[in-house]
């Protein structure tokens, strides 16, 4: 009886789990793109004013529809998102300060993730806003000052730009009065 080379049998081995993970990643991958398109599609049809916002695109749109929609009978003013976002100032110390604040730890982190990229993508791609940086800077914040100015604007302008739900009583039929 012949024995098999051992090299030989691991390399078709190595082969054939190689070839089965690149298909089941083609078929995964395939799954992610039609999610995407189907989530796309919703995004663009429930708020297409948040995706014209400068830095916003359909995933933090998404996010942002997402918190709103879970929260939207505690969502009255844009403080009230504001601070679901973990982005109303809060005073930072107990004792006399000098104007100085920092961001709520509570809220929601993802949409608080959300704002941070949409502030970032501002800071390099938006001419206002590098113009708000540098005078900002000149007036002597810090960039993490500035940063949490800007998150707090931009929660402003997200929730001015979020749909509102038409009523928040909904229509029930009619119950028949027991006899």
């Known amino acids: 009886m012949l024995s098999a080379d051992p090299d030989r049998l691991l390399m078709a081995g190595v082969k054939t789990a190689l070839r089965d993970l690149a298909r089941r990643w083609k078929s995964l991958d395939a799954g992610i793109k039609a999610l995407n398109r189907q989530i796309e599609a919703l995004v663009r049809t429930a708020a297409p004013q948040l995706i014209e916002l400068h830095g916003v695109g359909v995933e933090l749109a998404g996010q942002f529809l997402v918190t709103a929609g ?70 002597g914040l810090s960039k993490r000052e500035i940063i949490r100015c800007l998150k707090r604007y931009i929660a402003r302008e997200i929730y001015n730009n979020l749909p509102r739900p038409a009523t928040l009583t909904p229509s029930l039929p009619a119950v028949p009065a027991a006899a």
């Open 70 to 139: 879970d929260n939207a009978n505690r969502i009255h003013t844009e403080a009230a998102f504001a601070k679901l976002c973990g982005v109303a100032p809060q005073p930072a110390s107990s004792g006399p300060t000098a104007g100085r604040h920092r961001l709520s730890r509570g809220g929601d982190r993802a949409a608080n993730s959300a704002l941070y990229i949409v502030a970032i993508v501002r800071i390099r791609h938006h001419q206002p806003t590098r113009d708000y940086v540098q005078r900002r800077t000149a007036e």
